[in-house]
T-cell receptor
Framework: SQTIHQWPATLVQPVGSPLSLECTVE??????LYWYRQAAGRGLQLLFY??????ISSEVPQNLSASRPQDRQFILSSKKLLLSDSGFYLC????????????FGDGTRLSIL | AQKVTQAQTEISVVEKEDVTLDCVYE???????LFWYKQPPSGELVFLIR??????QNEISGRYSWNFQKSTSSFNFTITASQVVDSAVYFC????????????FGTGTRLTIIP
């Protein structure tokens, strides 16, 4: 069966520090991968999605970036965090080509001080 | 552009009452999919249902039921005989049906079941 792992579960970082959140999927090949952010009291906002290794699409301009160095690995990064980057970050995957429900990881709660 | 509106920000009901969560969507696509997800306090999103735009039959799964009406662009979710474990934030979402799998989420409805 497929599983998705996301870590760390919680993270407290100072403003201006770098960020690296990692997501890996097991039990499936060539998944579509997604990073979402959920700000406090708000819905989910799609940040990035990837349909293959090295293929990243950005949905919103920001100081975050994403990379997909391996088929089932998706990394969310920042060189310098801003206060506005605080939130709950969720990784998700789905199986192309048909539209499938997206399956989400447990999330990372990021607090910027 | 696609849009999903969940006008109910928060709902509280007493346990065993029925509750309906509203979802209204906007899309210009003729083929699309609608979803409901549950986000319990632990944070992860749990998939509940997917419905395509050509299937307007209502669906029932245990205490959960969904009413899809294209005429009013609504996809409402009803929980019958609510339980405390139903307390969560519920998201309605929409995606195109052409291989583009980007989900457009509503802002969610926080449901609290009072014991």
């Amino acid at each position: 069966s497929q599983t998705i792992h996301q870590w760390p579960a919680t993270l407290v970082q100072p403003v201006g520090s770098p960020l690296s959140l990692e997501c890996t999927v097991e039990g499936t090949s060539n998944p579509n991968l997604y990073w979402y952010r959920q700000a406090a009291g708000r819905g989910l906002q799609l940040l990035f999605y990837s349909v293959g290794i090295g293929q990243i699409s950005s949905e919103v301009p920001q100081n975050l970036s994403a990379s997909r160095p391996q088929d089932r690995q998706f990394i969310l990064s920042s060189k310098k965090l801003l206060l506005s980057d605080s939130g709950f970050y969720l990784c998700a995957w789905s199986v192309p080509p048909e539209t499938q429900p997206q399956h989400f990881g447990d999330g990372t709660r990021l607090s910027i001080l | 552009a696609q849009k999903v509106t969940q006008a109910q920000t928060e709902i509280s009901v007493v346990e065993k009452e029925d509750v309906t969560l509203d979802c209204v969507y906007e899309t210009r696509d003729t083929t699309y999919y609608l979803f409901w997800y549950k986000q319990p306090p632990s944070g992860e999103l749990v998939f509940l249902i997917r419905r395509n735009s050509f299937d307007e039959q209502n669906e029932i799964s245990g205490r959960y039921s969904w009413n899809f009406q294209k005429s009013t662009s609504s996809f409402n979710f009803t929980i019958t005989a609510s339980q405390v474990v139903d307390s969560a934030v519920y998201f309605c979402a929409l995606t195109r049906g052409e291989g583009n799998e980007k989900l457009t989420f509503g802002t969610g409805t926080r449901l609290t079941i009072i014991p």
